[in-house]
Structures are given as structure tokens and as C-alpha cells.
Antibody
Framework: EVQLLESGGGLVLPGGSLRLSCSSS????????MSWVRQAPGKGLEWVSG????????HYADSVRGRFTISRDNSKNTLSLEMNNLRVEDTAFYFC???????????????WGQGTLVTVSS | YVLTQSPPVSVAPGKTANITCGGD??????VHWYQQRPGQAPLLVMY???DRPSGIPERFSGSSSGSTATLSINSVEAGDEADYYC???????????FGGGTKLTVL
């Protein structure tokens, strides 16, 4: 079955760190660029970061640049998001999303995971 | 770069829903559309303005003209009730941009 499965979410203090993972199955992972997209509870979609199939280039939203790092391990079919210096406003569901091709741009998200919730609160 | 979507829309079953997405010079960009039902992950329903992914009903169509892209849903069904988001790639900022979303309610 073709699917993406996120993990690693949870409750963290402001200023803390968290690492999210997204495991893929049913696809040739290295052939597709990937992204993280987040959604604060009751709010709209916000793109966070993207990475090409080979691992470079990467792109970041201004709100997370310098604090978050996207990476991938094509040998393990896994996408990661290292999040440091977390802020209350980073609280959201984080979705991993697959794009249609390996290069970025374009970003066309044709497969999404179910999301993992990150809560930043004291 | 900002994408502005139309306000919430309510449509009776069998009628047509039109959801618009406006942005500066949007006609030069490829617009993609996602459906998000409550409690679910988004689903790609239209890409590159007017192309339907496999499995998306022909009732869904897309167009782009001038400063507005439009997602049209013909013969609306109860299952179409969802939030719809447009999305583009902004090459000036190297950012993916989503519109704020439009809620479709089926009466």
C-alpha cells in the first residue's frame, strides 16, 4: 500500500527541540521530492520546508529558516524534520507530503500522511 | 506572495460550486488545488490549473484567466463538503504559498 506515516510529535517546552520522521512505503522514495506542511488547529495550511529527491536543494519558509532542518535518508525511505528553538506559534499538525517528481520546483503534493501533532507550551 | 481565496460558499446538491484564488501575476504560475475534509489530510484534486489526478471525478474542473484561478465542482454532492486550498510556487521568494482556504458547505 502506498502511504506516508509521520511520527515524533508531542508536547515540548518553548525553546525545546523535537525531531519528526516520515516513513514511506509503496513508492520509490528517492524518485520524489518531499515536503513538510503544517496546520495549526482550526487554521489553514502552511508550507514549512521541502527537499529534492537527491537531497539538494532544500527550501524553507521564512518562519522556520535557521531553526528547522529538513533531511532525508533514501536508503531508509525516511524524511526527517529537526526542529530547534521551538515557539508557541509552531504548535500544529505536521504533515509530510510527496511531490510528483524528484526536482523542486514544482511542488505538487500528490500524497500526504495523516499528520503528527506538535504542541509547544509551558 | 499572497493568494486570496473566495469566502465560504454554500451550495445545494446538484448545483455548481465555484471557488476562486487570486494573486499577483497568477496567470504566469501553475495553480494546484487540495480538498481537505474534516479530520483528514489534504487531497490533490487539481494540478497545473486544469489537470485532474487519477481518481478525481470529472465533476471537478479548473481554469485560470487574468488574475484569478477557479476550481469548479459540478453536480455537487454531500461528500464534496470540505475546505479547499489553492497553492502555487513563488519563484521570487523560493516559497510554496497556500491560499487561506475556502469552506464549501453542501446544503
Amino acid at each position: 500500500e502506498v502511504q506516508l506515516l509521520e511520527s515524533g510529535g508531542g508536547l515540548v517546552l518553548p525553546g525545546g527541540s523535537l525531531r519528526l520522521s516520515c516513513s514511506s512505503s509503496g513508492i520509490i522514495f528517492k524518485n520524489y521530492a518531499m515536503s513538510w506542511v503544517r496546520q495549526a488547529p482550526g487554521k489553514g495550511l502552511e508550507w514549512v520546508s521541502g527537499i529534492s529527491g537527491p537531497g539538494y536543494p532544500t527550501h524553507y519558509a521564512d518562519s522556520v529558516r535557521g531553526r528547522f532542518t529538513i533531511s532525508r535518508d533514501n536508503s531508509k525511505n525516511t524524511l526527517s524534520l529537526e526542529m530547534n528553538n521551538l515557539r508557541v506559534e509552531d504548535t500544529a499538525f505536521y504533515f509530510c507530503a510527496k511531490t510528483k517528481i524528484a526536482s523542486i520546483p514544482p511542488y505538487i503534493f500528490d500524497l500526504w500522511g495523516q499528520g503528527t501533532l506538535v504542541t509547544v507550551s509551558s | 506572495y499572497v493568494l486570496t481565496q473566495s469566502p465560504p460558499v454554500s451550495v445545494a446538491p446538484g448545483k455548481t460550486a465555484n471557488i476562486t484564488c487570486g494573486g499577483d501575476d497568477i496567470e504566469s504560475k501553475s495553480v494546484h488545488w487540495y480538498q481537505q475534509r474534516p479530520g483528514q489530510a489534504p487531497l490533490l484534486v487539481m494540478y497545473e490549473d486544469k489537470d485532474r489526478p487519477s481518481g478525481i471525478p470529472e465533476r471537478f474542473s479548473g481554469s485560470s484567466s487574468g488574475s484569478t484561478a477557479t476550481l469548479s465542482i459540478n453536480s455537487v454532492e454531500a461528500g464534496d463538503e470540505a475546505d479547499y486550498y489553492c497553492q502555487v510556487w513563488d519563484s521570487r521568494s523560493n516559497h510554496v504559498v497556500f491560499g487561506g482556504g475556502t469552506k464549501l458547505t453542501v446544503l
